[in-house]
């Protein structure tokens, strides 16, 4: 393996590769989808886009009668087989395409990136904090622009898919459908990580007040004044802006925003500047809450007292 430079006009993008002269965006010539009708235009060795070659299928691999939809002639299951690592010393027993375990692949190593000299242990080349840059998304359909070290964005990572347990339709990058995927979790977890999540949200609120509880109606004004800030999705929660479990976040209407259960979920307790960039960057033009937020966290600004925010905010009201 070699890094080397895209010989494409105008791109100089560095890639790691054991040859070829052009980076995984200029390999491949763009041409249109060669099925009739279809005007999607990609870079790929095929003739046929992915979305014309996904279709309903069974499983091509013999005794397995999984009904998918997709372009792989086996389904995810019989694609990742569970295998016991190969080291003679492992017993660690995982889903994938490689026969060691993530344990056994890793090496102890230095970033690679000129200027960096950070030491870590993984797989890759570079450090995560050299991959991780503001990029545009990869597919040429795409103009999203979000922070991270993947080549595609969230939304063009996702796939139509069925369910492995309730066949339902739904798109996303898992096995399961939510509700399946909390399901097959034994009841007595289900029920002790529902109550242990609960007991710490309430203590952190608690811990978080600035001039005490913020009242239920507060709560169901500003859940009311939807949409969701992140997606313009239907409303049905209050998001911290500034989580209040590790970032010092505080329980005051200037840290609330409108936000639906998704994108709520799946924030969690990230930083903005840790999360999906794309919904960050939608919130930032519709709400003025989540702007002063993600400028402060962009500059490093997380020490201020909750009193200073609460108070910057009163003046600005």
Not at 144 to 160: A, I, K, N
Not at 287 to 308: D, F, I, K
């Amino acid at each position: 393996m070699r890094t080397s430079t895209c010989k494409e006009p105008g791109c100089g993008r560095a890639f790691t590769a054991a040859g070829g002269r052009y980076c995984s965006r200029h390999r491949y010539p763009e041409r249109e989808c060669a099925v009739e009708g279809c005007t999607h235009r990609f870079r790929a060795s095929n003739r046929i886009c992915s979305a014309c070659r996904s279709t309903f299928r069974e499983c091509a691999s013999d005794g397995c009668d999984t009904v998918y939809r997709g372009n792989a002639l086996h389904c995810r299951a019989c694609l990742t087989p569970e295998r016991t690592c190969a080291d003679p010393d492992c017993l660690t027993v995982f889903r994938g395409t490689t026969l060691l375990c993530w344990e056994h692949r890793a090496v102890d190593r230095t970033c690679e990136a000129d200027g960096c000299e950070n030491s870590y242990r993984g797989t890759t080349l570079l450090c995560v904090s050299c991959r991780t840059v503001e990029r545009q998304c990869s597919n040429d359909d795409c103009e999203t622009v979000y922070w991270g070290d993947r080549t595609r964005c969230h939304s063009c990572r996702q796939s139509d898919r069925i369910c492995v347990d309730c066949e339902k339709e739904f798109r996303g990058r898992t096995t399961r459908c939510g509700p399946c995927w909390w399901a097959q979790i034994p009841v007595d977890v289900r029920a002790a990580i529902s109550r242990a999540s609960g007991n710490a949200y309430r203590a952190r609120k608690v811990a978080a007040q600035v001039a005490g509880p913020v009242p239920a109606a507060e709560y169901e004004r500003i859940r009311a004044e939807g949409p969701c800030v992140y997606c313009s999705a239907a409303a049905t929660e209050v998001d911290h802006v500034r989580p209040l479990s590790t970032h010092g976040g505080w329980e005051h209407p200037s840290n609330l925003v409108p936000a639906c259960r998704t994108c709520n979920a799946s924030k969690g307790d990230r930083l903005l500047i840790e999360w999906d960039q794309a919904r960050v960057f939608h919130a930032v033009r519709v709400s003025e809450t989540v702007a002063a937020e993600y400028e402060r966290q962009r500059l490093g600004l997380l020490a201020a007292s909750p009193e200073e925010v609460a108070q910057v905010h009163d003046l600005a009201q």
